[in-house]
């Protein structure tokens, strides 16, 4: 989508501290993180929202968390403990109209979330 920020993320319009790249998806570091570990994974086909997914999505939907899962490990922080958080919609917090998994670790994270 032409007007959407992650879309231009993944077009190379904006630029990101890119982590992970295939052809489904892209990782990058959250420009305001919350926890000394904060990456977003996204797909790069444009999903608005888990609010309005359907089956068609199950695989991406699912990839973008083993996705996370190994960017957690493979920084060390598996054993530690990480979290993966999905917003969805204006109540949960959700800003960008994009599709995006948060994975935060690197400090013990409190439950439950505000
Ligand atoms: P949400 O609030 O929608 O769940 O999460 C959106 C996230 O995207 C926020 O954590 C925010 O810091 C991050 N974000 C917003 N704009 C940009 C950007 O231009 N670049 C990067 N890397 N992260 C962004
Ligand atoms: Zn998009």
Redesign the pocket.
């Known amino acids: 989508?032409s007007d959407?920020?992650?879309?231009?993320i993944?077009e190379g319009k904006i630029p990101a501290a890119i982590t992970y790249r295939d052809d489904e998806v892209l990782a990058f570091k959250d420009v305001n993180p919350k926890a000394p570990f904060h990456q977003l994974v996204?797909p790069i086909r444009?999903?608005?929202s888990l609010a309005t997914a359907d089956e068609k999505d199950a695989a991406l939907l699912g990839k973008l968390m083993l996705v996370g899962a190994r960017l957690a490990r493979e920084s060390g922080l598996a054993d530690g403990g990480f979290r993966v958080v999905m917003n969805a919609g204006a109540d949960a917090g959700q800003s960008?109209?994009?599709v995006h998994l948060h994975v935060l670790a690197g400090r013990p994270l409190a439950w439950p979330p505000g």
């Open positions: 989508m959407c920020l992650f879309c231009k993944c996204i444009h999903v608005a960008v109209l994009h």
